[in-house]
Each structure stands twice: as C-alpha cells, then as structure tokens.
C-alpha cells in the first residue's frame, strides 16, 4: 500500500529574536516524502527555531512555509490537524503515569477517554513499557520519561510528527530501541527530528538537513550530500612509510600509524592502484556523516 | 477525524486536577486555607458581626483565586513541561484548552466551595432570586479572573514571575477590597480606590442581594454594566492580546 506523502516547502524563512539575535537566515528546502528527515547542526544553530516554526509554534521573521499545501502563518488549523510535537525541553508531568500521560494527551487531540486509553495501552507495549504503565513518571529512568513523550506524538493520528532531540540524555541500547521504533513507524508518516548524534542521523535519516549559523547548508539524502563534499571517498592506508607528497586530497596522520585520505573518486582510483602494486594494506570507504558534517559546516569547497 | 471536544476539556481536567488532587491531597487543605483565614480574622476581629459578609466575599475569594491559580498552573504547564507547545501543535485551540482548565480549577476548588456555600447557608440569609444572582454574580467574577490569568500565563517565562503575579493579584483583588467587609469601612477619600478593582463591585452586588447593603436598582444596573465591561475586556484581551504562538 502506498502512502500519501507529506509535503513541505519551506521559502525564505528568517528568525530574528529579541536583541537582534539572528536564528535562522533565508532558510529555503522542500521535499515530498515520508520517512525521517534529521535535522543535525551544532548547539545554536537554529534547527529548534525551524522545528518550532513549522510545527506552528513559532512566528517567523520573515518567509513562510507550507505543509501540505497549508500556509503555516494562515492555516494553522489544517496544519494541526496532521501535525504532533514533542519539543526539546518537554518533562512528563511527574505526578501522573504514562499510561495517563498518553491518554490525555490523546483526548487532548479529540479521542474518547476509552479510545486514548486503549491507544496509550497499545503503544506502551510496543516500547515494552507495558509493566511501567501504571507507575509515575517521576519513579522512571530518564530514558523511560523521554519514551513516554516520544510515545504520546507515536501514538497519535499525526501523519508530521516533529520531536526535537528526542533521544538527547539516552544510553546507546535505549536510543536504539528508539530508534528502532521509529524505523518501523515512519512508512505512513513523515518524523522531523532533530538531534545531536550524527550517527543517528545517519542510521535514521532518509533525508538529512545540516544547519550552521541559521543557514540550511547542507540537505538531502547521505549520497546526495555526499556528492556536495570536494572529497567523498576515504582511504586508510596502512603504512606510516608511504609518500603522501602529490596526492590531491586531505591527508591526516592517524594515532594507528596509518594514513587517513580523504579524495575524489578519479584520485581514490589512482592511489588505489599505486598502493596495490607497492603491496600496501589499505580500506576504501565512502565517507560518514560526521566527514560530511564537518566539512560542510566549515565551509569547504563544493562540487558543482 | 471527528474531535470529540467533551474529551478535549476533559484532559485538562484529568491533568490540572484530578490527577494532582489524588496525587497531593494537600494542595486541597491550602486551597481551603486561604479563604477560611480571612474570614475567621473578620469574624473574630468583628465579634461575629461581619460573618455573615465574609463567608460570602469567602465565596468571592475564591472564585477569584481559582481563576488567578490558572496563570500559575498554564504557566508551570507551559514553562515547566513544555505541555501548552505540544497542544499548540495539536488540534485543541486555545479556547477549548483554557476553557477546560478553567473548568479543572473549578473541579479543584469544589472542596473548598462545599465548606464554603455550608456557612452561606448557615449564616446568609437571601431569597431565591438572591441566589441567582449571586450564583451570576459568581461566574462573572470567575470569568474576569481566568481571562486574566491565561492573558498573564501567556506572558510568563518562568514560574517564579507567576508567583510573583499570584502574590499581587490577591491583595488586590481579593484582600485589601471590601470583599470580606462593607466598603462604608473604608474612610473617605480611600474608598474610592476600592472602585478600581472588579471585586467591588461584585461583592457590592453581592452584599445587596443579600440585604447588607441597600443599594438603588440604578446603582445595581450601573455596578453590573461596569463588572460586565471589565469582564468583556479582559475576555477580549486574552483572546487578542494572549499568546498561543510565541512571536
């Protein structure tokens, strides 16, 4: 079955806060899609600002956006029909449990309290929270309280879901779990998240936005950013003696007495052959999102 | 999907009060507190004289104080827990959402409201008719101060300045005016301060209704345009000038 696809296009959007404080700056992107899209950049970078901006929180400067077609400044009603959100700095109210934390939240957005029930009962077990959903938020790990946030926005209808930093504070096995939940909810609805662990966004993504400075400097999908990048090919070459003079790329020692080089496709290929005629030992490898990040945060010259 | 509002207002319930009642037993005993305190001190410091006043400006009170907590609570809701931004993102506008924590405050004042309306019984005297405008009277008053306080919450960034606001709405709205007391005791030129708060001139209607005060059916009429006025504005205020979206 193939799912309607959520659409947004986002056009000139601007934030400037109070003392003049530039957040975002001509933002523009738009897609159609449903998966997950990662928004990654360093602390301060505006990606809550476009997060909050879009889930119609937020007014911008500037610019607009549309989802679905709806203006963001002018059809909020229609937006929020579609859309859920659990912001950064969101806590479970201490005092309820999770399973009353869901179902209001539920009814909130216009379901019955049996209905919500049955739903906040279902998702719970699908986090495996099920013998905790009667316990209080405030006796649960830190990482079962942010599954209980994440899990009101899964729970629901919404077919745009935005979380900001939804697995910031996690241990590595509870982001997994996490992130396997959202992998297997993301086929019938777009998830926006924003996070600090380039590893997930990579493992998450299908589509990836890299933001600096209120800027969106990077998008699209890994492969499609990977193109953007002057060296997309990483070669490790296992030799402290080899002669690295002339060789058109970044070249970096590493703390294993081997050499990092970072070069386009054409100059891997050369190298390549050079190094398999010297008999030297060596990997091949496309690079991660952490080179791509660092290079297109910096700035680094474009492929065209 | 069809939103069932019913369920709507009955989160805010759930979440503002029932839950929070069950959990902290407590928050019920200061909400009695606060209106009881006042008046036995008129009581005692009157020799029993002014209680049948005061049990009725108790019933203002705490009207009023329900409305008041609601900045705190939307502002701890907001700032504290982020929740008023995940509901902003959802498709419960601001009026069904403040209209059922209005309701959840109501809900959480009903203790107090039962001791309450048993003194009213006990020691005021009124006809049916009294009582119906009384009861208006009441409703009035209570939506003046849950305009006011979402219209503050949605100004509030912190906790603290809601204190900060609590502290100085309920002398001045509840404490220092004659609701407890007949404005005859303020000594001129003062008593006419006592006319800028809306609490006057409800407990004024109040007082009347009850045979307290003798007040002309014109004076009535005007004391009920101008609690109506500032109710209307200050309704049309939290709806205009309040912020559900952040600028």
Same mark, same amino acid.
């Given at each position: 079955m193939r799912y309607p696809c959520v659409q947004i296009s986002v056009s000139h959007i601007s934030k400037t806060y109070a003392g003049n404080?530039?957040?975002?700056?001509?933002?523009?992107?738009?897609f159609n899609h449903n998966g997950i899209f990662s928004l990654i950049g360093k602390n301060g970078a505006g990606k809550t600002t476009l997060i909050r901006i879009l889930s119609t929180q937020l007014l911008p400067s500037s610019?607009?956006?549309?989802?679905?077609?709806?203006?963001?400044?002018?059809?909020?009603?229609?937006?929020?029909?579609?859309i859920a959100a659990v912001p950064q700095e969101a806590r479970a109210v201490p005092w309820m449990t999770p399973l009353q934390t869901i179902t209001s939240y539920l009814m909130w957005r216009g379901y019955t309290h049996s209905d919500s029930r049955e739903?906040?009962?279902?998702?719970?077990?699908?986090?495996?929270?099920?013998?905790?959903?009667?316990?209080?938020?405030?006796?649960?790990?830190?990482?079962?309280?942010?599954?209980?946030?994440?899990?009101?926005?899964l729970a629901s209808e919404a077919t745009l879901i935005f979380m900001d930093e939804p697995t910031t504070g996690l241990d590595f096995i509870s982001r997994k779990e996490l992130w396997n939940l959202l992998a297997s909810l993301k086929r019938d609805r777009l998830i926006i998240l924003t996070t600090h662990y380039l590893e997930e966004a990579e493992t998450l993504g299908d589509l990836i936005g890299i933001m600096s400075e209120g800027n969106?400097?990077?998008?699209?999908?890994?492969?499609?950013?990977?193109?953007?990048?002057?060296?997309?090919?990483?070669?490790k070459i296992f030799s402290e003696d080899f002669d690295t003079s002339g060789i058109k790329g970044e070249v970096q020692k590493t703390a294993q007495n081997s050499i990092q080089i970072y070069t386009g496709e054409g100059e891997a290929y050369e190298l390549a052959e050079t190094l398999l005629s010297r008999h030297l030992k060596f990997t091949v490898q496309e690079i991660n999102l952490n080179t791509i990040f660092e290079s297109l945060v910096r700035g680094d010259e474009l492929n065209e | 999907m069809n939103r069932n509002v019913g369920s709507q207002v009955y989160a805010s319930v759930l979440v503002n009060s029932i839950y929070a009642m069950l959990n902290y037993p407590v928050t019920l005993i200061?909400?009695?507190?606060?209106?009881?305190?006042?008046?036995?001190?008129?009581?005692?410091?009157?020799?029993?004289?002014?209680?049948?006043?005061?049990?009725?400006?108790?019933?203002?009170?705490?009207?009023?104080?329900?409305?008041?907590?609601?900045?705190?609570?939307?502002?701890?809701?907001?700032n504290d827990m982020r929740l008023q931004d995940m509901i902003v993102s959802s498709p419960t506008g601001p009026g069904v959402y403040v209209f059922g924590m209005a309701i959840s405050e109501i809900v959480y004042s009903i203790p107090t409201l039962i001791v309450l309306l048993i003194f009213n019984v006990l020691f005021v005297r009124t006809t049916p008719l009294g009582a119906i405008v009384i009861f208006l009277d009441m409703a009035t008053i209570f939506t003046f101060s849950i305009s006011l306080g979402f219209l503050l919450s949605t100004f509030s960034s912190d906790i603290v300045q809601s204190w900060a606001f609590s502290g100085i709405l309920s002398p001045i #709205?509840? %404490?220092?005016?004659?609701?407890?007391?007949?404005?005859?005791? !303020?000594?001129?030129?003062?008593? $006419? +301060? &006592?006319?800028?708060?809306?609490?006057?001139?409800?407990?004024?209607?109040?007082?009347?209704?009850?045979?307290?005060?003798?007040?002309? #059916?014109? %004076?009535?009429?005007?004391?009920?345009?101008?609690?109506?006025? !500032?109710?209307?504005?200050?309704? $049309? +205020? &939290?709806?205009?000038?309040s912020r559900w979206r952040d600028v």
């Amino acid at each position: 079955m193939r799912y309607p696809c959520v659409q947004i296009s986002v056009s000139h959007i601007s934030k400037t806060y109070a003392g003049n404080v530039l957040a975002l700056d001509d933002v523009n992107f738009s897609f159609n899609h449903n998966g997950i899209f990662s928004l990654i950049g360093k602390n301060g970078a505006g990606k809550t600002t476009l997060i909050r901006i879009l889930s119609t929180q937020l007014l911008p400067s500037s610019g607009g956006a549309t989802i679905n077609g709806f203006d963001i400044l002018n059809q909020t009603r229609e937006i929020r029909e579609i859309i859920a959100a659990v912001p950064q700095e969101a806590r479970a109210v201490p005092w309820m449990t999770p399973l009353q934390t869901i179902t209001s939240y539920l009814m909130w957005r216009g379901y019955t309290h049996s209905d919500s029930r049955e739903m906040g009962k279902n998702v719970l077990r699908t986090l495996g929270m099920e013998e905790q959903e009667d316990k209080k938020n405030r006796n649960l790990s830190g990482g079962q309280k942010r599954k209980v946030l994440v899990a009101t926005a899964l729970a629901s209808e919404a077919t745009l879901i935005f979380m900001d930093e939804p697995t910031t504070g996690l241990d590595f096995i509870s982001r997994k779990e996490l992130w396997n939940l959202l992998a297997s909810l993301k086929r019938d609805r777009l998830i926006i998240l924003t996070t600090h662990y380039l590893e997930e966004a990579e493992t998450l993504g299908d589509l990836i936005g890299i933001m600096s400075e209120g800027n969106m400097v990077g998008f699209g999908s890994l492969g499609d950013l990977r193109k953007r990048v002057r060296y997309p090919l990483s070669i490790k070459i296992f030799s402290e003696d080899f002669d690295t003079s002339g060789i058109k790329g970044e070249v970096q020692k590493t703390a294993q007495n081997s050499i990092q080089i970072y070069t386009g496709e054409g100059e891997a290929y050369e190298l390549a052959e050079t190094l398999l005629s010297r008999h030297l030992k060596f990997t091949v490898q496309e690079i991660n999102l952490n080179t791509i990040f660092e290079s297109l945060v910096r700035g680094d010259e474009l492929n065209e | 999907m069809n939103r069932n509002v019913g369920s709507q207002v009955y989160a805010s319930v759930l979440v503002n009060s029932i839950y929070a009642m069950l959990n902290y037993p407590v928050t019920l005993i200061s909400t009695l507190l606060a209106p009881l305190s006042i008046l036995a001190v008129v009581t005692f410091a009157s020799h029993g004289t002014l209680l049948p006043v005061a049990a009725e400006g108790a019933l203002i009170m705490n009207m009023v104080s329900s409305g008041t907590s609601l900045q705190g609570d939307l502002s701890h809701l907001k700032n504290d827990m982020r929740l008023q931004d995940m509901i902003v993102s959802s498709p419960t506008g601001p009026g069904v959402y403040v209209f059922g924590m209005a309701i959840s405050e109501i809900v959480y004042s009903i203790p107090t409201l039962i001791v309450l309306l048993i003194f009213n019984v006990l020691f005021v005297r009124t006809t049916p008719l009294g009582a119906i405008v009384i009861f208006l009277d009441m409703a009035t008053i209570f939506t003046f101060s849950i305009s006011l306080g979402f219209l503050l919450s949605t100004f509030s960034s912190d906790i603290v300045q809601s204190w900060a606001f609590s502290g100085i709405l309920s002398p001045i #709205l509840t %404490t220092i005016p004659p609701v407890y007391y007949p404005i005859s005791y !303020i000594p001129l030129p003062y008593r $006419y +301060l &006592a006319y800028v708060s809306p609490t006057t001139y409800a407990a004024q209607i109040a007082q009347n209704a009850v045979g307290f005060t003798t007040l002309s #059916l014109g %004076t009535v009429v005007l004391y009920w345009i101008i609690l109506l006025s !500032i109710t209307a504005l200050f309704g $049309y +205020l &939290a709806m205009k000038r309040s912020r559900w979206r952040d600028v």
